[in-house]
């Protein structure tokens, strides 16, 4: 089983994307709008906003794979409480809080 912790980045824009998505809104929307989902990108200044922090994290990371992470992370929405999912917030916030 491969976690989103065994991966900074996809554990980086779980953790942005948690501090200012409630899993509710998160559950409605899709990147691209898939699967009867809200398209996320619409949402632009917000899209933005995650993809740019992880992008001043990850300077290595092109447009494309922050897109495809945050993807990758709406998608897993429905398990964002009480997974395992949950067990390094508190690094992923220090991570966060070291951007500002």
């Known amino acids: ?14 953790c942005v ?13 899709s990147r691209l709008g898939r699967k009867g989902k809200k398209h996320f990108e619409h949402v632009e200044e917000v899209y933005n906003a995650i993809l740019t ?7 290595e990371a092109g447009r494309e794979e922050l897109a495809e992470k945050f993807g990758r992370v709406l998608a897993s929405a429905c398990a964002w409480e009480g997974s395992r999912l949950n067990k390094k917030t508190s690094e992923c916030a220090e991570n966060i809080d070291k951007l500002c």
């Open 17 to 29: 994307s948690k501090k200012v998505l409630s899993k509710s809104v998160a559950l409605q929307y």
């Open 53 to 59: 922090a992880a992008a001043l994290k990850f300077k």
């Open 1 to 14: 089983l491969v976690t989103f912790m065994e991966f900074p980045l996809a554990a980086f824009i779980l």
